[in-house]
């Protein structure tokens, strides 16, 4: 027969308190999440200008720039937010791993051959 856990959000989310994440690197990588969305929607309202206002008469090169740095900043925010998620993760991962070696580590032999 089947057991099932029922594990509890909450008890989810204390697992992961206990593995201590690094506050700051997740906090940052979020503010990175959020900027990469604002500033990707920034995206259509340049290209919006740019396509209502396009000639060759008046294409400006500040303009193309702007889209091009706003295109730039958006990937940057969005690889340096990857990157902290992965790096915050891969720790969690690590500490509930420790966890649950130092458990296994510590029960006594009997427990194991059951």
């Known amino acids: 027969m089947k057991k099932e856990n029922n594990v509890s959000s ?15 690197k997740l906090s940052m990588a979020i503010v990175m999440s959020v900027i990469t969305t604002l500033v990707g929607l920034c995206v259509p309202l340049f290209t919006k200008n740019l ?7 008046t294409l400006l090169g500040g303009q193309i720039a702007l889209l091009a740095a706003v295109l730039l900043a958006r990937a940057a925010a969005g690889g340096i937010s990857v990157y902290l998620l992965s790096m915050v ?3 969690i991962v690590a500490g509930i791993r420790d966890r649950l070696w130092r458990k296994l580590i510590s029960l006594p032999i009997p427990f194991l051959r059951s």
């Open 10 to 24: 909450k008890q989810f989310i204390d697992l992961i308190k206990k593995t201590n994440p690094p506050k700051l």
């Open 51 to 57: 396509v209502d206002e396009f000639s060759l008469s």
């Open 89 to 91: 993760g891969n720790g």
